[in-house]
């Protein structure tokens, strides 16, 4: 397994990665419930996962998981 979003200059190490996607995506469904907004949300996220790239993936997830969220309350 090779991580797509990760820094190039870390290694592939398979165990890390699929451990660190789990918390990754735990702290995520949290964040949902805990924050305000998509923004809140990223803003969350980031700060606690400084070092992760691709922002644009986490905007675009939290924006969608807050429409999600807006059509299952109706």
């Known amino acids: 397994m090779v991580a ?30 805990d924050s305000a907004d998509s923004r809140d949300m990223v803003a969350r996220i980031q700060q606690r996962y400084p070092d992760h790239g691709n922002p644009s993936a986490l905007i675009l997830s939290a924006v969608t998981a807050f429409k999600r969220k807006r059509h299952a309350a109706n």
């Open 4 to 33: 797509g979003h990760k820094r190039p200059e870390l290694p592939d190490d398979v165990a890390a990665t699929v451990a660190g996607t789990r918390d990754y995506i735990g702290h995520f469904i949290n964040e949902v419930d």
